[in-house]
Structures are given as structure tokens and as C-alpha cells.
């Protein structure tokens, strides 16, 4: 259960993973903490710093075995636990496809609605100089493409407090996807103690009239400064929706404010070919929504994440990109018309 008295701190954003983690510690028996690193040290981002020491054996170090891990989790949740555990880069996730895709996943189905398997799996993922290619891939989309599990990829430090609650409340396997090039940055206000949110819904972070741009992960923060330069330098007004959940996809937000501003971009770190933004595309496209201008992705080519600094700055896009072509797209929507 959240606090009882609303109260505001400023936290980074791992400092707002810690809390809601030692919030439902704290309220729900049934809960455990497992994962490489995670008790003693920790955590390798230092995001469960504490836990362990506070919750003793519920916060536990496991093998190297994201196997094991993931196994351990969908047995324990289907026996009254309510796991939470830590996979340290989302790539590692991919070594226990088979305990997400075909167990966790299909708990609820293979048993007519009898068992579930209410557990959380923490993870993060985003390019970052030197990560190279086995600690930079965004596989949301891969994640969000299997019935039977919800994702979400919250982007503020209110979120990384909120949304990870509400994965560890909701009675179906969900993969919280969170950002590590964004744990140890500014401080936020964030405030401890509200409602628990149900999953899924999007928000929008900046309102406009000349285009809506629906964004997630760590791309979100590159739009947001694209929209205040083509504001500034261009006079061109964009609405940034931040989809927060991407299994369940909140259509109606996006096509709500398309029927505002009459177009839509959408902008994410994953490559573009098969990536969530053409899933987004087509299902508002298929609500018949009239454009003033064709829909357009902004994302990252087929290529592998490079380490070098200079080539990532080449492979994903920054704001300084995502501005010209948001710039050169609503332009030529204009001469055309």
C-alpha cells in the first residue's frame, strides 16, 4: 500500500526506483527482491543500494544464470509470491526467452485463469558511449509483440517511482524498462504516497499545434529539446506524448491530439524497420484519422550500437537531428499543400 500522507523529496531517478521498491518490501510480505548484485552491493547502477540490509533475506544475490533467475521468479509467482527481479541489461534478458515468452507469458492462459504469475522483471537498457553492441539494444518491441505481458519504459523520475508500482501490483508478468543513462543524473521533485496506477496510458509532456510526436524511452528527452528549438528558431509548435506503456499502446492519447495538430510523428532509440513506432502508425492510421501531411519515423538505422562516441552520435538520432527532420517534414507538408 502507498504512504498514507503524501509527501515530496527529491530523488534522482534511482532513488525513486529504491523507494518504490522498499515501499511494497516494506507493505507486502509477499514480495522478494532477486538478481545479479542486487543484495550486498547493491545493484550495479547502486539502484537497490540498502535493500538487503533492510529486508534481509528477501533481497537476495543469485548465479549468473538469467535462466535460473527467471525460472525461480515464474515458480515463485505462481505459489502466492510476488516477485521482483533484476535483469541487469535487457540484452541478458534474451539468454531466458524461453522462462518470459513461453512460461511467464502463459501462466494465466495454460491454466484457464487459475494461476498467474504476478511478477516484475526490472531491467534497462539505451546507447551509451562504450556499451557497444551486447549492452545497447532496445528490444521493447520484441517484449511488447508477446500476449500475456505488459511493458512499460518510464522516462521521468515521477515515473520510475509510479509506474514501477503499478508492474509490481498488476497479477500478470511485466517488463519495467528503465533507463541507465538516466540514474544518476539532476534531482527531481518526486511525490511518494499516491494511488496506485493502474497499468497502461500515456501523457503528454509538452503541448503544440503543428505536430504530435509520440516518443519513449530516452529518445522522450531529445524530442522534448528538438520541440523547444523548433520552437524557439522556427515558430513550429509540437506536442510530445510520452507513451509510458507500450503493452497495452495507448492509441486514443495519440489519436486525440493528431486530431489537433494533423500530423504525427514518432520518434524511439530502437531501429526503425519493425520498431513499435509502424505498430503506432497503423493503428492510428486505421482509426481513419484525416493528416495534413504523411506520418514519419524517427529512429535508428539497421546497424549494431557501436562503442565509439562519434559513430553512435551517427547511428541514433539527438535533438539536433530529430529537429531537422521534424523542421525539413512539416516544410515540405507545407509547400506541397
Known amino acids: 500500500m502507498p504512504d498514507t500522507t ?16 522498499r515501499l511494497v518490501l516494506d507493505n507486502d510480505p509477499t514480495t522478494l527482491l532477486f538478481g545479479e548484485d542486487v543484495g550486498v552491493p547493491g545493484g550495479v547502477f547502486g539502484v537497490t543500494k540498502g535493500l538487503r540490509k533492510r529486508f534481509g533475506d528477501r533481497v537476495f544475490d543469485t548465479p549468473i544464470s538469467e535462466a535460473a533467475i527467471l525460472g ?19 540484452d541478458f534478458a534474451l539468454v531466458a526467452l524461453d522462462q518470459i515468452v513461453n512460461q511467464a507469458a ?28 551486447q549492452h545497447s539494444q532496445s528490444l521493447e518491441a520484441l517484449f511488447a509483440h508477446i500476449p500475456g505481458l505488459h511493458v512499460c519504459m518510464p522516462t521521468t523520475h515521477q515515473d520510475a517511482h509510479d509506474l514501477l508500482l503499478a508492474a509490481i501490483a498488476d497479477d500478470d508478468p511485466t517488463i519495467v ?20 496506477q493502474s497499468v497502461g496510458g500515456a501523457a503528454i509532456r509538452r503541448t503544440g499545434t503543428d505536430l504530435t510526436v509520440a516518443t519513449w ?6 524530442v522534448l529539446d528538438a520541440a523547444e528549438r523548433l520552437e524557439t528558431d522556427h515558430g513550429i509548435s509540437v506536442e510530445v506524448i510520452d507513451m509510458r506503456w507500450l503493452r497495452p499502446l495507448d492509441i486514443d492519447a495519440v489519436v486525440d491530439s493528431v ?31 484525416e493528416l495534413r501531411r504523411p506520418p514519419v519515423r524517427i529512429a535508428s538505422p539497421a546497424a549494431r550500437i557501436p562503442a565509439a562516441p562519434t559513430l553512435l552520435q551517427a547511428v541514433v538520432p539527438d535533438a539536433e537531428a530529430i529537429a531537422a527532420r521534424i523542421r525539413a517534414h512539416v ?3 507545407v509547400q506541397v499543400s
Open 259 to 289: 486530431e489537433r495538430t494533423g500530423g504525427l510523428a514518432v520518434a524511439h532509440e530502437a531501429m526503425e524497420f519493425a520498431g513499435l513506432g509502424a505498430e503506432l502508425v497503423a493503428s492510428v492510421l486505421e482509426r481513419g484519422v
Open 217 to 222: 524511452g530516452a529518445m522522450q528527452h531529445r
Open 331 to 333: 516544410t515540405e507538408a
Open 72 to 90: 525461480g521468479a515464474v515458480g515463485a509467482a505462481m505459489v502466492g509470491r510476488r516477485p521482483i527481479v533484476e535483469i541487469m541489461w535487457a
Open 106 to 133: 502463459n501462466v494465466r492462459y495454460i491454466n484457464r485463469g487459475e494461476l498467474s504469475a504476478p511478477m516484475t522483471i526490472r531491467t534497462q537498457q539505451s546507447t551509451a558511449p562504450g556499451a557497444c553492441a
Open 177 to 196: 524498462i528503465e533507463n541507465r543513462t538516466l540514474y544518476h543524473g539532476a534531482k527531481e521533485s518526486v511525490t511518494l504516497g499516491n494511488p496506485i
Open 6 to 21: 503524501l509527501t515530496r523529496k527529491d530523488l534522482t531517478y534511482a532513488e525513486s526506483v529504491n523507494r518504490a521498491l
